[in-house]
């Protein structure tokens, strides 16, 4: 950066990490903890770094997070993108009281406003119980034009479907009525359309959640993911240490009961770099 402006050269950005508690992780140094990737990262490299804040950490994130807002400028101010956390274990919002500026006004980045109190009263007893909860993430961007994406290899949906499965704890990821789309009929599926007054089509639902055939159609992109509990529990658990032998752990430290919640400036990122990348290969290609 140079005067307010790029050179062109890659920009670098660096958070360092000066709140650890590597002291918090010495009773697991000899074991594997149920629901981590302690056991896959050490039969893959054969060794593996147990203090916390590594790759697998999630606090690999906050480099997202800042490398999207990177992205939101290359964007520009006519794409907009918002998410917020639309369910926490089994309760959902009520889709009737969504209100998208209600996610910067409560803790669980929650658009409906009475669900957030109630999930604070369920949080705060799975906290007190030393146990964990997830979740499931909307992301939605409005502004993106018709025609970005391609029909096989860089598929929009495609594309943000693997960038949002590489954030920490992601398990699912879903686009537009995803899973839910397998219940419906044809005709229920079908995002119908009408000849709009600027001479393109006005969609009459958006099942598709603003992509077909891998490409945009104008409307908002709407996806979901789910966030798996948090594998730190205060509750033991069965596992193994490093020599094969039995063994109960639970995992001591600072960790959050909803890890889904940190999730929702992750999912914006996400979304944010993915469109960027395709605001250029659509450039590229298209002009």
């Not at 943000?160 to 699912?172: H, S, Y």
């Not at 205060?234 to 752990?249: F, M, Q």
């Not at 469109?275 to 298209?286: E, F, I, T």
Request: charged share 25%; net charge negative.
């Amino acid at each position: 950066m140079f005067e307010g402006k790029t050179t062109g050269t890659p920009i670098q950005l660096m958070i360092e990490n000066t709140d650890q508690r590597s002291k918090d992780y010495g009773d697991i140094a000899q074991s594997f903890r149920p629901g981590h990737a302690d056991y896959t990262y050490m039969s893959k490299y054969g060794i593996r770094d147990y203090r916390g804040g590594g790759r697998s950490s999630a606090r690999e994130t906050a480099a997202r997070v800042a490398a999207g807002a990177v992205a939101r400028k290359i964007l520009g101010d006519t794409i907009k993108i918002t998410a917020g956390m639309v369910q926490m274990g089994s309760h959902k919002i009520d889709r009737d009281r969504l209100d998208w500026a209600e996610t910067r006004k409560n803790p669980f980045f929650c658009p409906d406003a009475q669900t957030a109190e109630e999930w604070a009263t369920e949080l705060d007893a799975i906290r007190k119980a030393g146990s964990s909860i997830g979740a499931v993430i909307e992301v939605q961007a409005t502004g993106v034009p018709a025609g970005w994406g391609a029909p096989i290899y860089s598929k929009l949906d495609g594309d943000l479907a693997v960038a949002m499965m590489t954030i920490n704890a992601v398990k699912g990821v879903e686009i537009g009525n995803g899973f839910d789309a397998a219940s419906l009929s044809g005709e229920e599926n079908a995002d119908e359309m009408r000849a709009g007054p600027d001479g393109k089509p006005d969609f009459l639902s958006n099942h598709a959640g603003g992509i077909l055939g891998g490409i945009s159609t104008g409307q908002p992109i709407v996806a979901r993911f789910a966030v798996k509990p948090t594998s730190s529990i205060l509750t033991p658990r069965k596992s193994v240490t490093l020599e094969g032998e039995n063994i109960d752990i639970l995992t001591k430290g600072r960790h959050d009961p909803c890890v889904g919640i940190r999730a929702v400036p992750i999912a914006e990122a996400m979304m944010a770099a993915v469109l960027a990348d395709h605001l250029m290969l659509h450039r590229a290609q298209c002009g």
